[in-house]
């Protein structure tokens, strides 16, 4: 019931193609959805979050879109460039503050130039 | 925006001592705070979620004797690994709510030698 389920594991894409991660829950109680940018040796850092009354959220590069009936939310990185490079985790918490947050497994991502 | 302060980025322990990580909340006060352990290319592990003025809660498989967290103000939350081992060697992040938007620290390489 806790699972986030995330895919792919890694990815590669050409400067200024598109990225695209999946992500997958299982709790219909879940109603916090973010995703996080990773470095390596860093912590996670927020890069865009979503809640369920919306079905697409963009900021800047970055668009979540959101399925509710699917239980399905992903991760669109437009004209990724290679300071992208990371590792992006989605994850999923509940309403009322102090929540744990639940991990996807993350992806690993490559943009080459 | 919200910083949590980690503290140190990276330490060095002879096995059997003990470490002490220092996670501060800079510009807002964070009853609750959260301690994860991240295995290379892994997803982040919540250990504990720790509670400004009481005891913190464990995650199960967490021993609780060995990771002492402590959360003596609403900006300071400490994780001590005692009689450290080899095996306790990871990279620990701590994070903090703010209004849905968790905050990480940058992480801390624990290597037991």
């Known amino acids: 019931q806790q699972q986030v389920k995330q895919s792919p594991q890694s990815l590669i894409v050409q400067k200024g193609g598109i990225s695209i991660i999946n992500c997958a829950y299982e709790n219909t109680a879940f109603d916090y959805f973010p995703w996080y940018q990773q470095f390596p040796g860093k912590g996670p850092a927020l890069l865009i979050a979503i809640r369920p009354d919306v079905s697409e959220k963009k900021e800047g590069r970055f668009t979540i879109s959101f399925n509710k009936s699917a239980k399905q939310f992903s991760l669109h990185i437009m004209d990724s460039q290679p300071g992208d490079s990371a590792t992006y985790f989605c994850a999923a918490s509940k309403r009322g503050g102090y929540q744990k947050v639940t991990f996807g497994t993350g992806t690993k991502l490559q943009v080459i130039p | 925006g919200a910083v949590v302060s980690q503290h140190p980025s990276r330490v060095i322990c002879k096995s059997g001592t003990s470490v002490k990580i220092e996670c501060r909340s800079l510009?807002?006060?964070?009853?609750?705070m959260f301690w994860y352990r991240q295995f290379p290319k892994q997803s982040l592990m919540l250990m504990a979620t720790?509670?400004?003025?009481?005891?913190?809660?464990?995650e199960q498989g967490v021993e609780k004797d060995k990771f002492l967290i402590n959360h003596a103000s609403l900006t300071l939350s400490t994780l001590t690994v005692t009689s450290a081992h080899p095996e306790d060697s990871s990279f620990y992040i701590c994070?903090?709510?703010?209004?849905?938007?968790?905050?990480f620290g940058s992480g801390t390489r624990l290597t037991v030698v």
């Open positions: 510009d807002f006060q964070a009853t609750t």
């Open positions: 994070s903090a709510d703010r209004d849905y938007g968790y905050t």
């Open positions: 720790s509670n400004e003025g009481s005891k913190a809660t464990y």
